[in-house]
């Protein structure tokens, strides 16, 4: 085995290219089986906030005096250099380093072990692999969690306890299975994967002069980025896509809600060549009632970009133009022996009867056989699977996903924010048109909404 480093990082977050490191616990094991071990606090330059301090007993007055990264990037330098980085989820503990170094003009590179995927490689029958579930299953012993050092030991205590399970020909292969890179497109650089990280977010190939080919969203960026040069799953339209990338690019988000409201937006702004599905929004229509008065509600198709879908406006359906809008009521009106007149797909003659009538269909609500009121139940009951998610609150509302909220309002995404001052330009930007794949997707979280005037702010 070649020289060892056990690394462990506290964060101000999980975000690389924004948090900061707090904390840094190295334990190094030599060729000669020697061991050393170090442990040093860091001044991120930048808040921690409450609940990460209470995660890893790091507060702001502890990092208060340390000192700031680029005062200990040699030291931590030289721990690590030569040596095998391994961690617990060792993308995220990479990244953050990474990114620490590239700050001060330096390009760290590493082969890396994560045991998180090293304990899945080894112990398949078990479903758990965080700290908590090795530290319970394999006896380790935590002098303290959420500490740098504390969790870099029990890394090591959990390495050295494979070595004693297993043969060193299984943990051989693991590693060697890890570490094994896809076969690349001759045109794209390796060092260009090198910064992937594990994390959600949007990812973007580029190809020639480039320009944007392929827009994707991922819960884990590296494994699915990789995923497009994977000789065993890869199709002739994946082949195909492969041979034209020449630079990946990619936006981390702090959950999956951010990686798809951002993979939506971009495929709109961008128009890559090879996203089969691009929807154009200008047409999308939906059918509102109108109150005629005597019990009767007209359907009438109004564009959704002329709508605010507040509080008193009833939608239904989404459709990409007015025909397939007046496809689907005319199956409607079939269906439920609606009048053609009262629904709009025919001319309204006072004292006439519509089509349907005339070939016993309709029940003749136009004629005044049937109540308006009672046409009126039936056209609602018709509609009712149409009925899009009301816009719950009378202005703008946020959602949530770790230091990121998400800023809705009327169904349309005004953006990502990460402080007070980013909500404000936000809303003082030009507000987007509405778009029905953002629709879907925040439909889907409406339970996760707060009204923006609750939180005096978002932050």
Same mark, same amino acid.
Request: net charge neutral; aromatic share 6%.
């Given at each position: 085995?070649?020289a060892?480093?056990?690394v462990?990082l506290?964060?101000?977050?999980?975000?690389?290219?924004?948090?900061?490191?707090?904390?840094?616990?190295?334990v190094?094991?030599d060729d000669?089986?020697?061991?050393?071990?170090?442990?040093q606090?860091?001044?991120?330059?930048?808040?921690?906030?409450?609940?990460?301090?209470?995660?890893?007993?790091?507060?702001?007055?502890?990092?208060?005096?340390?000192?700031?990264?680029e005062?200990?990037?040699?030291?931590?330098?030289?721990?690590?250099?030569?040596r095998?980085?391994?961690?617990?989820?060792?993308?995220?503990?990479y990244?953050?380093?990474k990114?620490e170094f590239?700050?001060?003009?330096?390009?760290?590179?590493?082969?890396?072990?994560?045991?998180?995927?090293?304990?899945?490689?080894?112990?398949?029958?078990?479903?758990?692999?965080?700290?908590?579930?090795?530290?319970?299953?394999?006896?380790?012993?935590?002098?303290?969690?959420?500490?740098?050092?504390?969790?870099?030991?029990?890394?090591?205590?959990f390495?050295?306890k494979?070595?004693?399970?297993?043969?060193?020909e299984?943990?051989?292969?693991?590693?060697?299975?890890q570490?094994?890179?896809?076969?690349?497109?001759?045109?794209?650089?390796?060092?260009?994967?090198e910064?992937?990280? /594990?994390?959600?977010?949007?990812?973007?190939?580029?190809?020639?002069?480039?320009?944007?080919?392929?827009?994707?969203k991922?819960?884990?960026?590296?494994?699915?980025v990789?995923?497009?040069f994977?000789?065993?799953?890869?199709?002739?339209?994946?082949m195909?896509?492969?041979q034209?990338?020449r630079?990946?690019?990619?936006?981390?988000?702090?959950g999956?809600?951010?990686?798809?409201?951002r993979?939506?937006?971009?495929?709109?702004?961008?128009?890559?060549?090879?996203?089969?599905?691009?929807?154009?929004?200008?047409?999308?229509?939906?059918?509102?009632?109108?109150?005629?008065g005597?019990?009767?509600?007209?359907?009438?198709?109004?564009?959704?970009?002329?709508?605010?879908?507040?509080?008193?406006?009833?939608?239904?359906?989404?459709?990409?133009?007015?025909?397939?809008?007046?496809t689907?009521?005319?199956?409607?009106?079939?269906?439920?022996?609606?009048?053609?007149?009262?629904t709009?797909?025919?001319?309204v003659?006072p004292?006439?009867?519509?089509?349907?009538?005339?070939?016993?269909r309709?029940?003749?609500s136009?004629?005044?056989?049937?109540p308006?009121?009672?046409?009126?139940?039936?056209?609602?009951?018709?509609?009712t699977g149409?009925?899009?998610?009301?816009?719950?609150?009378?202005?703008?509302?946020?959602?949530?996903?770790?230091d990121?909220?998400?800023?809705?309002?009327?169904w349309?995404?005004?953006g990502?924010?990460?402080? /007070?001052?980013?909500?404000r330009?936000?809303?003082?930007?030009?507000r987007?048109?509405f778009d029905?794949?953002?629709?879907k997707?925040?439909?889907?979280?409406?339970a996760?909404?707060?009204p923006?005037?609750?939180?005096?702010?978002g932050?």
């Open positions: 085995m070649p060892l480093a056990f462990d506290e964060t101000t977050g999980a975000t690389a290219t924004h948090d900061r490191i707090t904390e840094i616990g190295i190094e094991v000669d089986g020697s061991v050393r071990e170090w442990q606090l860091v001044n991120p330059g930048m808040r921690i906030p409450p609940f990460i301090e209470q995660l890893t007993g790091i507060t702001n007055d502890m990092v208060a005096d340390a000192p700031p990264f005062a200990i990037a040699g030291e931590t330098l030289r721990r690590l250099e030569g095998l980085f391994i961690a617990h989820n060792a993308r995220f503990d990244s953050f380093l990114t590239k700050r001060l003009g330096i390009d760290f590179r590493s082969t890396v072990t994560c045991t998180v995927k090293l304990s899945r490689a080894l112990y398949p029958e078990h479903h758990r692999h965080n700290l908590d579930s090795l530290i319970e299953r394999h006896g380790l012993q935590a002098e303290a969690r959420h500490r740098a050092l504390a969790d870099a030991q029990l890394i090591h205590q390495w050295q494979i070595h004693l399970d297993r043969s060193s299984a943990i051989e292969a693991a590693l060697r299975k570490n094994t890179r896809p076969s690349l497109p001759p045109n794209l650089d390796a060092a260009n994967l910064d992937l990280p /594990d994390a959600p977010g949007v990812y973007l190939l580029y190809g020639e002069n480039n320009l944007p080919i392929y827009v994707g991922a819960k884990d960026l590296r494994k699915r990789l995923s497009h994977s000789a065993d799953v890869r199709s002739a339209r994946e195909a896509l492969a034209q990338v630079r990946i690019d990619w936006i981390v988000t702090a999956e809600i951010g990686a798809l409201l993979e939506s937006a971009l495929l709109k702004e961008l128009l890559p060549t090879q996203n089969r599905q691009l929807r154009k929004n200008e047409e999308v229509c939906t059918w509102t009632l109108v109150d005629e005597e019990g009767w509600l007209r359907p009438q198709l109004t564009l959704a970009n002329e709508l605010d879908f507040g509080l008193s406006t009833a939608c239904y359906g989404l459709f990409k133009n007015s025909k397939e809008a007046n689907v009521m005319r199956q409607l009106v079939e269906s439920h022996h609606l009048c053609d007149m009262l709009g797909q025919q001319p003659k004292g006439k009867p519509c089509f349907g009538h005339q070939i016993r309709c029940k003749g136009c004629v005044g056989k049937e308006l009121a009672k046409h009126t139940m039936r056209l609602m009951t018709a509609l149409l009925k899009l998610v009301t816009w719950p609150y009378p202005g703008p509302a946020i959602i949530r996903e770790e990121e909220a998400h800023l809705i309002d009327g349309r995404y005004l990502t924010a990460r402080s /007070d001052n980013e909500i330009e936000l809303l003082d930007s030009p987007p048109l029905r794949d953002i629709y997707i925040l439909a889907k979280y409406v996760k909404l707060k923006l005037a609750a939180l005096n702010g932050f």
